[in-house]
């Protein structure tokens, strides 16, 4: 099973989709959907972006990236998952193995929530995820292999 960075999920939003590309990832999402899990730093990341689009007067972004986030909340429901404490004891390790790379929080803590529950992250982030010693893996690159 896996949960998706936001890197990937952006891949996913109607503003990748206006560029008219559908990488075949998109196609495997499909297909193993219920395999796939998100943090809910994502959906703060998300978030972050249509308030930032807002506050640059980018209305029509921020209305579209809205109205996208609602139905990857609705879509993924029970599938994401909170940064609790156990994936705070899972993040502290990570702090510490990848601390010469200097990888952001909300990397750490993706990849935490992955580890504390046995996930894999499919991330397009390699730089950040290859020091952090968890599972990851590029399907943007290959596709992974069914779980």
Do not use: C
């Not at 004891?89 to 504390?116: K, N, S, V, W």
């Amino acid at each position: 099973m896996f949960l998706l960075d936001t890197n990937v999920v952006s891949a996913t939003s109607p503003l990748a989709a206006a560029q008219n590309t559908r990488p075949p990832f998109l196609s495997w999402l499909e297909l193993h959907g219920s395999d796939i899990y998100l943090s809910s730093v994502t959906i703060a990341e998300i978030w972050h972006g249509i308030h930032r689009a807002e506050r640059l007067e980018a209305v029509a972004k921020a209305r579209r990236l809205r109205n996208w986030v609602i139905l990857i909340e609705n879509l993924y429901g029970n599938r994401i998952l909170s940064f609790g404490n156990k994936e705070a004891y899972a993040a502290g390790a990570i702090l510490d193995r990848a601390r010469a790379h200097e990888p952001g929080f909300a990397d750490i803590a993706i990849a935490a929530t992955a580890d504390a529950n046995g996930l894999t992250v499919l991330t397009a982030n390699e730089r950040h995820f290859r020091p952090m010693g968890v599972k990851w893996w590029n399907p943007l690159k290959e596709l992974p292999k069914s779980t």
